[in-house]
Nanobody, 122 residues
């Protein structure tokens, strides 16, 4: 059974840093792209950063230059290093991976962790 467990969230002052971790199990971690999404109250869940199985990274414009996604395949873990945090970064952050599925309309099934709260005070 695929399982994603996030950790590392918390309360930080504006301009501060946090590192989120996501430990994966029940999957061929090194073969899959991994992503971080975030969702704040009243808003949809949006992609923050993606790292491919080969290490190629993609970022939302709002976090470019401040956030860094990385992975350690030996530890089945993906990280999100966040620096220069702003109050607008406040959200629940979710780890994500996707697998092909014949049972969904998109042909892809999303797997999510339980989320970790990040709160940035001004």
């Amino acid at each position: 059974q695929l399982n994603l467990v996030e950790s590392g969230g918390g309360l930080v002052q504006s301009g501060g840093s946090l590192r989120l971790s996501c430990a994966a199990s029940g999957m061929e971690f090194s073969r899959n792209a991994m992503a971080w999404y975030r969702q704040s109250p009243g808003n949809q869940r949006n992609m923050v950063a993606v790292i491919s199985s080969g290490g190629t990274t993609t970022y939302a414009d709002s976090v470019k230059g401040r956030f860094t996604i990385s992975r350690d395949n030996a530890k089945n873990t993906v990280y999100l290093q966040m620096t220069g945090l702003k109050p607008e970064d406040t959200a629940v952050y979710y780890c994500n991976t996707k697998y092909p599925s014949p049972f969904t309309s998109t042909g892809v099934e999303d797997y999510w962790g339980q989320g970790t709260q990040v709160t940035v005070s001004s």
